[in-house]
């Protein structure tokens, strides 16, 4: 079993530090990127909220992204995880966005994505969005690896903030 706080430690260190927060939106890492955050003791001072954003469904009720804000923009892909990172940070008025959208597997996804394809975003004082290709079809690895990719990111960006 994966230690629920192997990659956030650090990212809460910097956030409590620079009394920062951050919002999460999941679809295939279902949850594990936001547990990762709130492993961590003193996370109600940085993580404000999140939710795992799997149907068309939630997207319209927990972030409020209509199909009219999606149109030209699919599931599953990079600008689409910038939009949700984007809302996020806005709804929840955070320093930070954080999202993640992909295919855990076994099957790729409706939109033409195989297993192991996920997209993640970070918006904030540094945006970045970046694709991961596992190669896997194992669907809990996979959303393990999207949720630790997440993570890194989000690191990344922190640590390379002016």
Not at 120 to 130: E, F, L, N
Not at 144 to 160: I, K
């Amino acid at each position: 079993m994966t230690n629920l706080t192997e990659h956030t430690n650090a990212i809460a260190e910097i956030l409590k530090a620079r009394k920062q927060t951050v919002a999460v939106a999941e679809t295939s890492a279902g949850g594990l990127v936001s547990a990762q955050l709130l492993a961590v003791p003193g996370a109600s001072a940085y993580f404000v909220g999140g939710g795992v954003l799997y149907t068309g469904e939630a997207r319209i009720a927990l972030a409020g992204i209509g199909d009219s804000d999606m149109e030209g923009i699919r599931s599953s892909s990079e600008p689409f995880a910038a939009l949700l990172a984007k809302t996020m940070r806005e709804h929840l008025g955070t320093t930070w966005g954080l999202a993640e959208t992909g295919a855990a597997g076994p099957s790729g996804n409706r939109y033409g994505d195989d297993a192991g394809h996920t997209c993640i975003a970070v918006s904030g004082p540094v945006s970045k969005v970046i694709t991961i290709e596992t190669a896997r079809t194992e669907r809990g690895e996979n959303m393990w690896r999207f949720a630790a990719e997440a993570l890194a990111l989000f690191q990344g960006c922190l640590d390379n903030q002016d």
